[in-house]
């Protein structure tokens, strides 16, 4: 993947869902914003009732919310496609009038998804390979029971992903991406949000003074 060479810092947050990453996310925007950084939150895939979406975005919601089929080959090159002109018309033009965006999910959830329903994360990340590497990466660790409790308990119903068995499977590759991008940072997302968006700090803190 390509280095980001810009000026503002691409920060990426990763887990299953129910892992508190949309928290995180908030709570690192009013960090960053305290501290006079300006920045831009957003997400993938790109949300068909946001600011930005890309000419695949209908359709992808539409598989996961269950509304249409779409065979996974299909659906991962379409997720790519939506990352790619995510990159080109929002998140690089923020980045370069220096402007820090913070992601809720990225490429390495397309990697561990994509393989736990059945693509060969090799090729996933082929697909992906001319993408921004983004400068931070943070993955929740939280166990798929914890996460389908939670998801159960925000009562919005169960999106394609969002089945126990599921999750266990995309935790596993998950576990593969980790060995493949060892600079991803792994965060024990079970302890408390505090705890966690502190850890998430000092990492940030720590290798943007040195």
Not at 48 to 73: C, E, H, N, W, Y
Not at 177 to 195: A, C, L
């Amino acid at each position: 993947m390509l280095k980001n060479t810009n000026e503002g810092k691409f920060i990426v947050l990763e887990g299953l869902d129910g892992s508190g990453q949309s928290t995180q996310v908030k709570m690192l925007k009013d960090y960053l914003e305290s501290c006079a950084i300006p920045c831009l939150v957003t997400k993938e895939p790109t949300q068909v009732t946001g600011d930005f979406f890309s000419s695949v975005a209908q359709s992808i919601r539409g598989v996961l919310d269950k509304k249409i089929s779409m065979d996974p080959k299909t659906l991962q090159e379409m997720f790519a496609q939506d990352r790619k002109e995510h990159l080109e018309n929002q998140i690089i033009p923020a980045l370069s009038q220096g402007i820090w965006v913070i992601c809720d999910r990225y490429c390495f959830s397309s990697f561990a998804y994509g393989a736990a329903h059945g693509n060969n994360i090799d090729y996933l990340i082929k697909i992906n390979e001319n993408f921004l590497l983004p400068d931070f990466i943070f993955l929740l660790k939280v166990r798929p029971q914890i996460c389908m409790q939670r998801v159960v308990r925000r009562n919005e119903g169960l999106k394609f992903f969002e089945v126990e068995e599921k999750l266990s499977k995309t935790w596993k590759q998950y576990e593969e991406v980790i060995k493949k991008f060892p600079e991803i940072n792994v965060i024990d997302g079970e302890k408390d949000m505090v705890t966690v968006h502190d850890e998430i700090k000092n990492i940030i803190q720590l290798r943007t003074k040195s």
